[in-house]
């Protein structure tokens, strides 16, 4: 790639396979690898008390987090939800609950309404593609590289995709920011020496724990679990009307 020209061409027309590629799966396809990364975020990923997670309400057949926040509200974590403040601008994360109040944010998205402003210490990220480096292929507004950027101390951010959206290089910029670490259905990898290093839920962990620690993560001061947390989670999809993500309701 020669110029910022033809990187952004490139990545507009990969963006859009990579979505077509997703929106095509079924949700039988999509089932069991959503169980996978709800379960290996539960199995490896320190929660403390108090920690607030940002996540994404599932838009385009994405990982629905909502299982796993569920749990990890369960652990005495808050959750909360991003919304677009303006163009070129951070995002700002309002705090979610189920039965909380929703309206219509950008995309036609669900997000809160009236409830607290916080800041994230974990953010899972939805991801439409994602290279060796642990860069991201985003929606193109770079909301979430400027939000990471302008954090203080900057939120831990995990990636969240499918095998399908590997690929060799996204081509980054000065301005892209790589997920500390990366998740799909195949498992939990962390860039090392320009190429993704798969993890077990142990080493995860230990690794997630350490740099939460370095950072001054969580802003609340708690201590997150050393402890790992293997069990399953149970199924809560009754509770989560249209929990795949095809109709996209504010369904709280």
């Known amino acids: 790639m020669n110029t910022w020209e033809d990187i952004t061409a490139w990545r507009k027309a990969r963006r859009a396979e990579l979505i077509a590629r997703r929106v095509a799966l079924s949700r039988e396809q999509r089932a069991p690898w959503n169980e996978r990364i709800t379960e290996l975020l539960w199995e490896g990923c320190p929660i403390a008390r108090g920690m607030v997670v940002g996540f994404c309400w599932p838009f385009n057949a994405e990982f629905d987090a909502r299982f796993v926040i569920r749990r990890w509200r369960g652990q005495g974590a808050a959750a909360a939800l991003p919304e677009v403040v303006a163009k070129g601008q951070p995002l700002r994360f309002l705090k979610w609950w189920p039965g909380v109040t929703m309206v219509r944010g950008v995309y036609d998205i669900p997000v809160p309404s009236g409830s607290d402003v916080v800041v994230p210490d974990i953010a899972l990220v939805p991801m439409n593609g ?123």
Do not use: N
Not at 150 to 162: F, V
Not at 163 to 191: N, W
Not at 218 to 239: K, L, Q
């Open 130 to 252: 994602f290279d060796e480096r642990g860069y991201r292929l985003g929606y193109g507004g770079g909301y979430f590289d400027r939000t990471l950027a302008a954090c203080e101390p900057r939120m831990l951010a995990i990636g969240i995709a499918y095998e399908l959206a590997r690929l060799p290089s996204i081509y980054p910029q000065a301005h892209d920011i790589a997920m500390d670490f990366v998740v799909t259905e195949a498992g939990v990898y962390a860039s090392e020496e320009g190429r993704l290093v798969a993890l077990d839920a142990g080493q995860f962990r230990r690794r997630a724990a350490h740099i939460l620690q370095a950072r001054g993560l969580p802003r609340c001061g708690g201590e997150t679990d050393p402890s790992p947390a293997f069990s399953s989670p149970p199924c809560y999809a009754g509770e989560f009307p249209g929990y795949w993500g095809e109709d996209g309701k504010p369904d709280g």
